[in-house]
């Protein structure tokens, strides 16, 4: 069992940056592929990027790419998504996910809530 916690969330003006963290524990590390999916009110959970466990390279959305990195650090078991030049579509519940193979989704986080105000 993989456990995630999410943090970071919060209201920002549009054009402005916001970090989100993702603290997992229950499996090493190394082990899993990380992910951040985002869900507007009234909206389907969509992908923002991966970090794959087997290659180790960064996806993005076309939506955030540019303006969002997503990282990782082995040492402290945490992923993290710095978003730059947040618009107010950016607002949505921020959920990381972990797989046991790079196209999995098998562990998810609670969320944590950003808001871009415009």
């Known amino acids: 069992q993989v456990q995630l916690v999410e943090s970071g969330g919060g209201l920002v003006q549009a054009g402005g940056s916001l970090r989100l963290s993702c603290a997992a524990s229950g499996r090493p590390f190394t082990s899993l592929t990380m992910n951040w999916y985002r869900q507007a009110l009234g909206k389907q959970r969509e992908f923002v990027a991966r970090?794959?466990?087997?290659?180790?390279?960064?996806y993005y959305a076309d939506s955030v790419k540019g303006r969002f990195t997503m990282s990782k650090d082995n040492a402290k078991n945490t992923v993290y998504l710095q978003m730059n030049s947040l618009r107010a579509e950016d607002t949505a519940v921020y959920y990381c996910?972990?797989?046991?193979?790079?196209?999995?989704?098998?562990?998810w986080g609670q969320g944590t809530q950003v808001t871009g105000s415009s």
């Open positions: 996910a972990a797989g046991l193979t790079d196209g999995a989704l098998d562990y």
């Open positions: 970090i794959t466990r087997s290659t180790r390279t960064t």
